[in-house]
T-cell receptor, first 113, second 111 residues
Framework: ETGVTQTPRHLVMGMTNKKSLKCEQH?????MYWYKQSAKKPLELMFV???????ENNSVPSRFSPECPNSSHLFLHLHTLQPEDSALYLC????????????FGPGTRLTVT | RKEVEQDPGPFNVPEGATVAFNCTYS??????FFWYRQDCRKEPKLLMS???SGNEDGRFTAQLNRASQYISLLIRDSKLSDSATYLC????????????FGKGTHLIIQP
């Protein structure tokens, strides 16, 4: 596989469920990101990992929990979500120094019921 | 307070025409500027960086006006495949946390 992959592509979960989103990059990058994209809103950066270390957490609620076991894999663990968390969740990667040139995965379309 | 503002459109443009749209930013300390393209139901992809002197990549020209704090994107001889949402991205430096995305301008090229 090439580029940035994400699974699952679609997810429907209830507010009491626990699920995880997975992201994998095959580009040899050393930085990975989680973004949230909601309708009629700009892309919102949620988490940044540089060299597997989390460097930013933009005031994201604790019901979102990231995990980065290595520089190629990134997870977003979800629990007790709210309906307003329904959105497209995009993973991206880049070289740390070229953080502006990000390669995005296809995203996971999440619906919270 | 909107940090990066774009006209959401849609811009409906006939094939072969020239189209231009702007993006304004509020942070005067912004350092770097980019245009990303996002096709319907797809992920964003970097289209081009915007240099102070302006830059051209084929049919696409990007320009920066620091005094007025806006960036523009011009597309000449538009193709059907140019239909997409164009995201303006502004960086205040300091890594990915300094990137601010606009909501995007939706462009539809009509045959």
């Amino acid at each position: 596989e090439t580029g940035v992959t994400q699974t699952p592509r679609h997810l429907v979960m209830g507010m009491t469920n626990k699920k995880s989103l997975k992201c994998e990059q095959h580009l040899g990058h050393n930085a990975m990101y989680w973004y949230k994209q909601s309708a009629k809103k700009p892309l919102e950066l949620m988490f940044v990992y540089n060299f597997k270390e989390q460097t930013e957490n933009n005031s994201v609620p604790s019901r979102f929990s990231p995990e980065c076991p290595n520089s190629s894999h990134l997870f977003l663990h979800l629990h007790t979500l709210q309906p307003e968390d329904s959105a497209l969740y995009l993973c991206a990667s880049s070289q740390v120094r070229q953080y502006y040139e990000q390669y995005f995965g296809p995203g996971t379309r999440l619906t919270v019921t | 307070r909107k940090e990066v503002e774009q006209d959401p459109g849609p811009f409906n443009v006939p094939e072969g025409a020239t189209v231009a749209f702007n993006c304004t930013y509020s942070n005067s300390a912004s350092q770097s500027f980019f245009w990303y393209r996002q096709d319907c139901r797809k992920e964003p992809k970097l289209l081009m960086s915007v240099y102070s002197s302006g830059n051209e990549d084929g049919r696409f020209t990007a320009q920066l006006n620091r005094a007025s704090q806006y960036i523009s994107l011009l597309i000449r001889d538009s193709k059907l495949s140019d239909s997409a949402t164009y995201l303006c991205v502004v960086s205040s430096g300091g890594g990915a946390d300094g990137l601010t995305f606009g909501k995007g301008t939706h462009l539809i090229i009509q045959p």
